[in-house]
């Protein structure tokens, strides 16, 4: 099982990123409205906080606070450079879908399968999560659906790369 000081500084770079950009990406895909990006918002950092408790120690160490820390400041470098907002959720899912594909390559690079396995896994759970973590395009509580067309898209996209099939 490889560890932190295993991989290059681009390869860890790609492996930490990946989880934080996929929830940010998925959220972002939807339309939730302010308090459906909050339920999105606690999803994804209950998903954090209960994924630090696997039993995979690459999977704990990528979420470790100082790792979450400095994959927030990578995703701000990634939103800094979007001109026009109505791109911020394309782009965001290509940094996403970018930082997977390099996290994979690594593990593999590395001959990690069970780490390999397991941050696949993870990957679409999260995504999952974040996803029906609030209701898209409801009035009050009424109506709407549970995962919005732009998020089933990019799960779509997401399940495909990590090779994960959907629920």
């Not at 594909?101 to 999560?129: C, E, T």
């Amino acid at each position: 099982m490889p560890a932190k000081s295993d991989f290059s500084a681009a390869e860890w770079r790609a492996l930490r990123n990946a989880p934080q950009f996929v929830a940010l990406a998925t959220a972002a895909a939807g339309n939730s409205g302010l308090f459906g990006s909050l339920a999105e918002g606690m999803a994804a950092a209950g998903a954090f906080a209960e994924a630090t408790r696997a039993n995979n120690r690459l999977i704990r160490d990528l979420l470790a606070p100082e790792e979450i820390r400095a994959a927030q400041q990578d995703l701000h470098a990634v939103l800094k450079a979007v001109t026009e907002p109505v791109e911020v959720a394309s782009r965001l899912q290509d940094a996403a879908l970018e930082a997977v594909g390099a996290a994979l390559a690594a593990l593999q690079a590395h001959q990690a399968a069970d780490d390999d396995s397991d941050f696949r896994k993870m990957l679409a759970w999260l995504a999952d999560r974040v996803a029906t973590a609030s209701k898209e395009g409801d009035f009050l509580g009424f109506g709407g659906e549970r995962v919005s067309a732009g998020e089933r898209r990019f799960l779509e996209r997401l399940h495909a790369v990590v090779g994960v099939p959907a629920p």
